[in-house]
């Protein structure tokens, strides 16, 4: 399978522990993304990679949210001190940056957070 | 904030119907993409329409965009069970990072 891989699938954690996902693009994308989706809403825009270095950060939620994709490849999202607030399904998603052939996105099947 | 907003927000229709979804947007855009999502799982991309194109077609899917009036739609002909699933539109600005509306839930019953 050569799509978006993400892992776990799902994460049931306790308020308070600190959790991270993977993600894994597709090889040839140089371009990485995450986004968060909540019960009834669609994907919102939270950071992204082009190779190691995080373009964008400033929507990421607060700043106990971090991201890295220390090799270009893939990535983490970690999220500390986990509030009930923080479950939702964390999405990735990779791309080729503008300009570099089609730019459309592919997601991941995410990762379902609950926090107990 | 939401950038695209996606009417309606529920649609419900027997097979071999044709499905209309509208997506309408705020500010000026580089393209314009519509993902499916079955419930509970990731996104999976249909459709991209750049700025400068009026129509595109894949299968039995038609998008069309109308930069003047900032809107776009998706047609799904020909219904069948198996497209029942959340629909949404993503803006993206010119950087990539997509703008998501709400989605429209549609269900196809046989």
């Known amino acids: 399978d050569t799509g978006v891989s993400q892992d776990p699938r799902h994460k049931i954690t306790k308020r308070g522990q600190n959790v991270t996902f993977r993600c894994d693009p597709i090889?040839?994308?140089?371009?990485l993304y995450w986004y968060r989706q909540t019960l009834g809403q669609g994907p919102e825009f939270l950071t992204y990679?082009?190779?190691?270095?995080?373009?964008?950060k400033s929507r990421l939620l607060s700043d106990r949210f971090s991201a890295e994709r220390p090799k270009g490849s893939f990535s983490t999202l970690e999220i500390q001190r986990t509030e009930q607030g923080d479950s939702a399904m964390y999405l990735c998603?990779?791309?080729?940056?503008?300009?570099?052939?089609?730019?459309?996105?592919?997601f991941g099947q995410g990762t379902r957070l609950t926090v107990v | 904030s939401q950038q695209g907003e996606e009417d309606p927000q529920a649609l419900s229709i027997q097979e071999g119907e044709n499905a209309t979804m509208n997506c309408s947007y705020k500010?000026?855009?580089?393209?314009l993409q519509w993902y499916r999502q079955n419930s509970g799982r990731g996104l999976v991309h249909l459709i991209l329409?750049?700025?400068?194109?009026r129509e595109k077609h894949s299968g039995r899917l038609r998008v069309t965009l109308d930069t003047s009036k900032k809107s776009s739609s998706l047609l799904i002909t020909a219904s069948r069970a198996a497209d029942t699933a959340s629909y949404f539109c993503?803006?993206?600005?010119?950087?990539?990072?997509?703008?998501f509306g709400k989605g429209t839930m549609l269900l196809v019953s046989p």
């Open positions: 998603a990779s791309s080729h940056p503008p300009g570099q052939g089609n730019t459309e996105a592919f």
């Open positions: 090889s040839e994308h140089n371009r």
């Open positions: 993503a803006t993206d600005l010119g950087y990539s990072t997509l703008t």
């Open positions: 329409i750049r700025s400068n194109e």
């Open positions: 990679f082009q190779n190691e270095a995080q373009l964008e």
């Open positions: 500010t000026s855009i580089n393209n």
